[in-house]
């Protein structure tokens, strides 16, 4: 049963997170100071904070350290004798709101990437039914080892929410990713995911196109591509989320509608093309995420072409939406993406000059490259200011929000 310190005394204040009960997973890294922090912040926000800690974590900092934080018990161990609290370890994870683990080692990513649990920490991982976020902390090397890089992966497909460690020097002494993200940002990101999000774009219009278009040959035949418009409905639906008034201007797909957001469906590029010049006059922020047909068919039949040994279809060039976009924007911020199977960054960056872009996303979607219809992207941005950003492979509203968060670092002036 839990090994507990105990205390009799319960804190209760009013903040944000009021009623939110919160399991602070403390493990075994340098970083695991930090985690005072955190857990002094989020009881200041009116969270009911319970920490469980590892025995590793226990060699760098006391378990009374978080007792005294915050008035509740400090779980350490499986296998100790019972304790009057011991009914409410139980039913913890059941009742929890939010899981953090921060820092999180290597060796926690791995159990959990597994499905294994060997101690209190990771099998209550396995038990929570709630949203668990992720603050990975470690040297450079161990980050980027292939290895855990495959574990952090998996934990994304299944939903996990990784909060990117940051940057900088590291304990050991080396240079490179692996710093815990700063604790004021990891606390940002737990109100977002408990009380709905930030709203740093409240009061702005956005814009986005996504998915395909089909233009057509003759009554049952049309030239298409593999966009499923998974990437831009993310980014319409973490926009809505965070205060902006959005329309999505939709190609053919089967995806639900984002809660919030104004959709407007079309199925060819003249139809989207429409459907933004006549809406872009008031919009402070425009992603083009669709996929629009660069040809479309120079003559459409009115009758099904029956099939025969040779038939050649002439295309004409289709209506460039976000040049035109781009010739026209004034302080309007404008990102477009780039989906390239080869010279990803030199065609990247011809596109973010020439469409007069303040930000391009690239990606890579060469045979293997599973991007289309997944729920998962790697891309890289260019900026007009000459910037370059290499993401990890994160979900597609992971990149969403990222993609947003750079918009509003990098061009808040514009959004002004």
């Not at 992720?134 to 996990?160: G, K």
Request: aromatic residues 4%; negative net charge; hydrophobic residues 45%.
């Amino acid at each position: 049963m839990p090994n507990t310190v105990e205390s009799n005394n319960n804190n209760v204040c009013n903040g944000p997170l009021n009623g939110k009960r919160i399991i602070l997973g403390v493990t075994g890294g340098i970083a695991a100071y930090k985690a005072a922090y955190l857990a002094s912040a989020l009881v200041q926000r009116g969270a009911d904070v319970h920490v469980v800690m590892t025995q590793h974590a226990m060699q760098l900092v006391a378990p009374a350290t978080f007792w005294s934080l915050t008035k509740n018990p400090v779980i350490t161990g499986l296998f100790e004798l019972p304790t009057k609290s011991e009914i409410e370890h139980v039913s913890l994870p059941e009742s929890a709101d939010l899981l953090l683990i921060a820092p999180a080692t290597a060796n926690i990513i791995g159990k959990m990437a597994n499905g294994l649990a060997d101690d209190m920490l990771s099998t209550m991982a396995l038990v929570v039914r709630c949203p668990v976020i992720i603050a990975p902390a470690m040297n450079v090397n161990m980050y980027t080892n292939p290895i855990v890089v495959a574990n952090v992966d998996r934990l994304r497909q299944h939903e996990y929410i990784i909060l990117e460690p940051e940057i900088g020097r590291l304990a050991c002494g080396n240079e490179g990713i692996g710093r815990l993200l700063d604790p004021d940002k990891i606390i940002q990101r737990v109100e977002e995911v408990l009380i709905g999000g930030r709203r740093d774009y409240a009061r702005l219009n956005v814009l986005v196109t996504a998915g395909p278009t089909q233009e057509p040959i003759d009554p049952v035949r049309f030239i298409t591509n593999r966009s499923s418009g998974k990437m831009g409905y993310a980014i319409a639906e973490m926009a809505a989320k965070r205060g902006a008034c959005v329309t999505l201007v939709s190609g053919p797909t089967d995806l639900p509608a984002p809660e919030g957001v104004e959709v407007i469906n079309v199925t060819t590029v003249h139809e989207m093309h429409d459907a933004v010049i006549t809406r872009i006059k008031d919009v402070n922020v425009m992603v083009s995420a669709a996929a629009p047909a660069d040809f479309t068919p120079a003559q459409v039949r009115d009758q099904k072409v029956k099939k025969s040994e040779k038939w050649t279809l002439e295309l004409d060039r289709a209506d460039d939406i976000l040049e035109e976009v781009g010739q026209m924007k004034g302080r309007m911020v404008l990102v477009g993406f780039a989906a390239e199977t080869e010279k990803i960054e030199e065609y990247a960056k011809i596109k973010l000059e020439k469409k007069n872009l303040d930000l391009i996303v690239a990606n890579d979607v060469s045979p293997g490259s599973d991007v289309f219809g997944s729920d998962t992207n790697q891309v890289t941005l260019f900026s007009r200011t000459g910037e370059k950003i290499e993401w990890p492979r994160m979900s597609k509203r992971e990149v969403a929000n990222a993609i947003l968060d750079y918009v509003k670092n990098h061009f808040m002036e514009a959004l002004s």
